[in-house]
Each structure stands twice: as structure tokens, then as C-alpha cells.
């Protein structure tokens, strides 16, 4: 029985100060002291200190190490994981309210997580994003399932324009405004793109998405394909964000098996894909013309507009392009009416044998972590989903 969640950084900042180093030498001990059965370890994605890195945080606790060295790492299983007392010297106290020394200090007591209400990055630094039962165990691919069927593209297209949502990529150009034009151009071929290229200098915005949630921006892509009919996405991810391409990849092949991409996705018929394209670091295929010029295997340069990538884009064809952070929001202004935020009581789907296997994941996810399922965490405050592979 799973008694502890320990949830390891294994985001770029934290690697690059030795998180991984930490998880192996951690994994060592508590196979030497026959803990694997009880303690549960956990490579998520960036909790946002990245300074403080390598970073380990205990469940039920909370308690929040900072500055973790592989050399730390029997002192806390020995005195933490073992004998339930917590290792002060590492614990992380600047802007903690302490009353008491020794007192636990978790996440909610920083000025850091104090106020902040994660949307983008709900997931990250709480799931595994190499494992898709724990973003599923957090309702993932639930509003997917929602749009196929039980909305029509159209009232897809009527909930992302009364949600407000904008382009995040600078423009701040209406979300649901260009999926309409696209959707409004008939053509056997449309294309669904994700600008993941994020040229500026030490950015962490969009890795930190990719790295720690990835299936969110799959998700959101799979539903722009129904919305406007285009059977395949392309995400433009830098070549120097090596975790986040292996992450992309290892949940798009997750999907695949889940049958959340490809041909019949959730037994519907409808089929769509996603492929990843990686830049070589040219700042201006930042540009949505220019991203889509690399993306046919030219030379990235700018095209002239008009005529717009919603009438001709990709490969001449009609084409949306959308950043990270626009993909990957739950419920901007969280109407009632979105797929991102509301799921029916009964979808048709949910008797699916797809849906079947997704249900008993999450259930199990959900009793392991009561608070796990919650979609509205201003900071990582519980476990994550202690998921099982599907029978």
C-alpha cells in the first residue's frame, strides 16, 4: 500500500542541477530498505522554483526540500520516508511563515504559491507526464470527448468566442475568431499547428508546458481538428528542448494506444494526427508564415499576407497556428458551457470500452489521491494520480 508520494522536478532546470541523479540514488535506497511497496516516486514536470532545484516535495506532508543532493537522499529516507521525521535542514523556508523550529513547512506556505491559480500549468509539477492515466485520473481528454460527441464545430467555435480566449504568441488575435475563418474554407486538407518554437533567449514558458503536460496541448490540437476538419497537426518544437520532444513524443504514442489519435478516435470516426517537426533556433520562425514555411522543409522565411495561413497555410492548405499557452488553458474564463471546464453526466462515449479502461484508471487514481481530480489548484497541494497501467 502506497503510504507516500515523493515528486521529484524533472524539469529542465531541475535536471540540469541534478534531479535526475537525486531520483536514481532515492529509488536505490528505497530499494535497499524494501520501501518501493510503500513509497511512491514521482518524475513530474517544473514546479516554477527553479532556482531552488533539484526540488523534492513529500506527500501526505507536503514538506518542501530545496537544493537536494544525492547525498541528502539517505538522511530522508532514513529519518523522513522511514522514521516520519522531517529533515529541517533541507526543508525550503525563505518567505515560510515559521512559528516553531523543526515546524513542516509545504507549498502553501510561500509567498511564492501563495496566490497564484495555475491554469496553463494546472498539471505540471503534480502528474507524470510520461504517464496518461494521471492526466486522465485529472480529467483529461474528457472535454475531447465532450466535443465529439455532443457539440457540433460550431458550438465549439461559439464557446472559444465567448470565452475570450486570445493568442497568447503576442498578437492577442481572437482564438475562436481564426478557427471560424479556417473552419469557413472548404478543402480536402486542413492542418492544425502548434508554435512551439519559443525563440526568445532563456524562455521557459512553453517547455515548461511541454515538458510538464504535454497531453493538454495534444488534447486541445485534437479538438481544433474536429472544430474546423483538418485530419493532422504538426507541432514546431525547438531541437534544443530535448525533454520536452521526448515527452511530446512519449504521449503521442500514448495516445495512439489509447486511441485518442489516429483513425476512429473514441469510436466516432473521426481521425486525426499529430507529428512533430523540430526548428533549428531561427528566431523568426517564431512568425506563423514563416513557421510554416520550416515546417514544409523550406528555408523559414515570411510570406506575404494576405492571403491569410486560414485560407492558405501549410502546404497552401487551409491552416490554424496557435502558441503552447493558447492550447493548453482548461477554461479560459472558465464559462459553464466549455469542453474545457464542463463534461456531461451521461456522454455516449463514456460506454465506450475506451472510456471503460480510462473510467477504472481514474477511480483508482482518485482513491489513492482524494484530491488529486481537482481542476482548480493555485498550486501543487496533493499527490499526484498513484496511477496503474489498464488491464
Not at 47 to 57: D, E, R, S, T, Y
Not at 139 to 149: E, I, N, P, S
Not at 335 to 348: E, L, M, Q, V
Request: proline residues 8%.
Amino acid at each position: 500500500m502506497i503510504r507516500s508520494h515523493v515528486l521529484i522536478c524533472g524539469g529542465t532546470g531541475c535536471t540540469s542541477s541534478g534531479s535526475i541523479a537525486v531520483k536514481q540514488r532515492l529509488e536505490e535506497e528505497l530499494k535497499a530498505k524494501d520501501l518501493q511497496g510503500e513509497i511512491k516516486v514521482v518524475q513530474t514536470g517544473c514546479f516554477g522554483l527553479c532556482a531552488l532545484g533539484p526540488v523534492m516535495i513529500v506527500y501526505p506532508e507536503g514538506t518542501f526540500y530545496s537544493h537536494v543532493t544525492p547525498e541528502d537522499v539517505p538522511e530522508i529516507v532514513e529519518e523522513h520516508l522511514l522514521k516520519g521525521r522531517i529533515v529541517t535542514r533541507l526543508e525550503y523556508k525563505e518567505g515560510a511563515e515559521i512559528t516553531q523550529p523543526g515546524e513542516n513547512v509545504s507549498l502553501s506556505d510561500t509567498n511564492f504559491y501563495k496566490s497564484q491559480m495555475r491554469v496553463a500549468l494546472r498539471n505540471c509539477g503534480v502528474i507524470n507526464p510520461e504517464n496518461i492515466d494521471e492526466y486522465i485520473a485529472r480529467d483529461g481528454y474528457m472535454a475531447l470527448g465532450k466535443v465529439l460527441t455532443e457539440m457540433t464545430p460550431d458550438d465549439v467555435i461559439q464557446v472559444l468566442l465567448d470565452s475570450g480566449l486570445r493568442g497568447r504568441g503576442g498578437a492577442g488575435f481572437p482564438t475562436g475568431l481564426k478557427w471560424k475563418f479556417a473552419k469557413g474554407y472548404e478543402n480536402d486538407q486542413k492542418y492544425v499547428c502548434c508554435n512551439a518554437d519559443e525563440g526568445d533567449p532563456g524562455a521557459f514558458m512553453d517547455r515548461s508546458v511541454l515538458e510538464g503536460d504535454p497531453h493538454a496541448v495534444l488534447e486541445a490540437m485534437t479538438i481544433a481538428g474536429y472544430t474546423i476538419g483538418a485530419s493532422q497537426g504538426y507541432i514546431y518544437v525547438r531541437a534544443e528542448y530535448p525533454i520536452a520532444v521526448k515527452r511530446l513524443q512519449i504521449a503521442i504514442d500514448q495516445s495512439h494506444a489509447y486511441g485518442l489519435l489516429g483513425d476512429n478516435i473514441m469510436g466516432t470516426g473521426f481521425k486525426f494526427d499529430i507529428g512533430l517537426r523540430l526548428g533549428a533556433g531561427a528566431f523568426v520562425c517564431g512568425e506563423e508564415t514563416a513557421l510554416m514555411t520550416s515546417i514544409e522543409g523550406n528555408r523559414g522565411e515570411p510570406r506575404p499576407r494576405p492571403p491569410f495561413p486560414a485560407e492558405k497555410g501549410l502546404f497552401q492548405k487551409p491552416s490554424i497556428l496557435n502558441n503552447v499557452e493558447t492550447w493548453a488553458p482548461r477554461s479560459p474564463r472558465a464559462p459553464r458551457s466549455s469542453p474545457w471546464a464542463a463534461r456531461s453526466s451521461t456522454p455516449a462515449w463514456s460506454r465506450s470500452p475506451w472510456a471503460l479502461r480510462c473510467a477504472r484508471s481514474s477511480r483508482r487514481s482518485a482513491a489513492a489521491s482524494p484530491t488529486a481530480r481537482s481542476s482548480r489548484l493555485p498550486r501543487p497541494a496533493a499527490p499526484p494520480a498513484a496511477a496503474s497501467p489498464p488491464p
